[in-house]
């Protein structure tokens, strides 16, 4: 009896989650030049403001900007607002999936995954040997571990070095892996010039009044070293994608 009604309960549970929006609109943006944003603390209405596809199609299939590949070249020019509603209440993750179905039928977005042979980076101990402090149990005790991240500089308390190499990935456009083989929590504070080539996450490319080293001379100060190869990386392939006509 209770295993029906928790099976019951479970199956009213998913038909509440909503699959896709309800209505939406999607307009060609007005907005000045400048970073794109996202609002999806609604649960019922999510907006995407002044943003290329490509960085939408980031967030709906959860990947990084340089694991998306092919796609006419409007996908990192062209900005959109979408305004998305639901009647049911949606999490931040189903907002995110329910723009899947929104991208097929607006955009008439077709994507598929393959795995390819690309440009990575991997992140090793550098001759001399590491120069990091390790943070301690008695330092993290009295400063919970935390991150400070911004365009071309990383501030980090009690951080493990796969969290360096995963901030690192979006400032360098390519996978980082962390092959140092240490495996403690460290303070880490980088300042760089960022590459004005490689826009971030959202598409916005530094100011060229920037200085400072780059990354590869910045990561040296600790000891460390980024190594450029090749290897396999799951991507996302833009097989199609059109620009809206209308609402």
Known sequence: MYRLLWIAATLALAQDVPVRF?????????????AGMNNLRDPVQATW????????????????????????????SDKWDIVA??????????????LKPLLAERFKLQVHKETRQLPEYELVVAKGGPKLHEATEAELAAKPAGT???????????????????????ELGRPVIDRTGLTANYDIKLEWLPDESQPNSRGVVPPADSSG???????????????????PVEVLVIDHAEKPSGN
């Open 22 to 34: 309800d209505v939406a609109t999607v307009r060609p943006s007005n907005a000045a030049p400048g």
């Open 49 to 76: 403001t002044n943003m290329a596809l490509k960085w939408i199609v980031m967030q709906a299939y959860r990947v990084q900007p340089d694991a998306i590949v092919g796609g006419p070249a409007w996908i990192t």
């Open 85 to 98: 509603k639901s009647e049911k209440p949606a999490t931040r993750a189903q907002q995110s999936e329910m």
């Open 148 to 170: 400070t991240v911004r365009r071309g500089f990383i501030d980090a308390h009690g951080m493990p070095l796969s969290n360096l190499a995963f901030f690192l990935r979006s």
């Open 213 to 231: 080293p780059s990354i590869f001379s910045a990561i040296q100060e600790f000891g460390l070293k980024l190594e450029a190869i090749r290897g």
